[in-house]
């Protein structure tokens, strides 16, 4: 299955996938990015996210 992964190293926090899709992406109580747990993921609104990261570091992975 394709997930969408955050390279939290590289994430610079500015919330635009968390706006862009925020059925997967959330901010968590610490402060950083995190995916959801989905059965499956929305390839669409992701690819989205994708796009828009400013610093390029969200990325699918095979799981
Ligand atoms: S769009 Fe990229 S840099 Fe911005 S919060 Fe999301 S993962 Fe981090």
């Known amino acids: 299955m394709k997930v969408p992964v955050v390279e939290l190293?590289?994430?610079?926090?500015?919330?635009v996938c968390t706006e862009i899709c925020p059925e997967v992406f959330q901010m968590n109580a610490a402060?950083?990015?995190?995916?959801?747990?989905?059965d499956a993921y929305p390839?669409?609104?992701?690819?989205?996210?994708?796009?828009?990261?400013?610093?390029?570091?969200?990325?699918?992975?095979?799981k």
């Open 43 to 62: 390839v669409a609104e992701v690819d989205e996210a994708i796009k828009n990261c400013p610093v390029d570091c969200i990325f699918w992975e095979n």
């Open 31 to 38: 402060g950083y990015v995190e995916v959801i747990d989905l």
């Open 9 to 15: 190293s590289d994430c610079i926090l500015c919330e």
